[in-house]
């Protein structure tokens, strides 16, 4: 398996544009985790879902965040506006209920700059 | 609040020699603790786990220890190599929380040769 593809690894935007992060999970997962790491805050969850249904979405900073999962291999994180304080690494994670526990497999992130 | 900690930011360690990192977790609902490893430019990779009924569990050449009682968990790693370098998270989940996982601020690990 791949694991968790997430695109692009890099993004560069200027403040006030559409940025739209995306995410492939392992297949057969069925829990699918967006986190936001900063060197201030760490690691955020910010939403997650179970069979491509939005769980927990209190991590979500503000109105302009959304995330959807259209399908089992797809999901999108989309922020709009952006603002510099969104500046961020942004990572999706995967993990399946049928395993004995709840590790997470990560991507390799997003870096994104809002200038 | 609730909430999983780290203890020291940084540690330096010689090649060769034990590191141990720690970790300090709030909730006693918490039954199930990871550690994860993130290389710079990378995402968290998972090391080891261990659940709440178990106090020690070993890998290659990391284990895991769990203290209930003061609610402190440490990861030992064997002979440190300079692969070793990077930032170790502690995270935690407690029952019913959806496979979710809360995650400690991070180690940085340094390996000096």
């Known amino acids: 398996d791949a694991g968790v593809i997430q695109s692009p690894r890099h993004e560069v935007t200027e403040m006030g544009q559409e940025v739209t992060l995306r995410c492939k999970p392992i297949s057969g997962h069925d829990y699918l985790f967006w986190y936001r790491q900063t060197m201030m805050r760490g690691l955020e969850l910010l939403i997650y879902f179970n069979n491509n249904v939005p769980i927990d979405d209190s991590g979500m900073p503000e109105d302009r965040f959304s995330a959807k999962m259209p399908n089992a291999s797809f999901s999108t994180l989309k922020i709009q506006p952006s603002e510099p304080r969104d500046s961020a690494v942004y990572f999706c994670?995967?993990?399946?209920?049928?395993?004995?526990?709840?590790?997470?497999?990560f991507g390799s992130g997003t870096q994104l700059s809002v200038l | 609040g609730e909430s999983v900690g780290l203890h020291l930011p940084t540690l330096s360690v010689q090649e060769g020699d034990n590191s141990i990192i720690n970790c300090a977790y709030s909730n006693s609902a918490s039954d199930y603790f990871i550690w994860y490893k993130q290389e710079s430019g990378k995402g968290p990779q998972f090391i080891i786990d261990?659940?709440?009924?178990?106090d020690k569990r070993q890998g290659q050449r990391v284990t895991v220890l769990l203290n209930k009682t003061v609610k402190h968990l440490s990861l030992q790693i064997a002979a440190t190599q300079p692969g070793d370098s990077a930032v170790y998270f502690c995270?935690?989940?407690?029952?019913?929380?959806?496979?979710?996982?809360?995650f400690g601020t991070g180690t940085q690990l340094k390996v000096e040769l």
């Open positions: 995270a935690e989940s407690r029952p019913g929380g959806g496979n979710k996982l809360t």
């Open positions: 994670a995967s993990s399946s209920q049928g395993s004995t526990n709840e590790k997470l497999f």
């Open positions: 261990i659940r709440s009924n178990m």
